[in-house]
């Protein structure tokens, strides 16, 4: 008789299995990602590559917006100038 698997234990090979996703698509482990909602994506039976979508579309990884591209494996930082980016009723 096989033993039985606890949940935390299939939760835990979830995230390892996430994390070889997240590492083979982007370099970088699910962890160096802001905290997302992982344990209620598995309780909803979401699959690791439906997580890793949600991952990559909440922090806008790869995502290109009107003027802007952000490469997957790089980390966007706004800089603003003092001219442009001031407040137009001042």
Known sequence: MLPEISP??????????LDEICLD??????RDFPDQTYRK???EGYSTEDS???LAEN??????FENIHI??????????????DADPGL
Do not use: M
């Not at 935390?8 to 299995?17: G, I, M, Q, S, V």
């Not at 922090?59 to 290109?64: F, K, S, T």
């Open 41 to 43: 994506w598995f309780n």
């Open 25 to 30: 698509e982007l370099g970088k482990s699910f």
């Open 52 to 54: 890793f979508n949600e």
């Open 59 to 64: 922090c806008h990884v790869g995502v290109e």
């Open 71 to 84: 490469p997957i494996n790089s980390t966007y930082t706004q800089e603003y100038d003092s001219y442009s």
């Open 8 to 17: 935390k234990d299939r939760f835990e090979a979830w995230l390892n299995e």
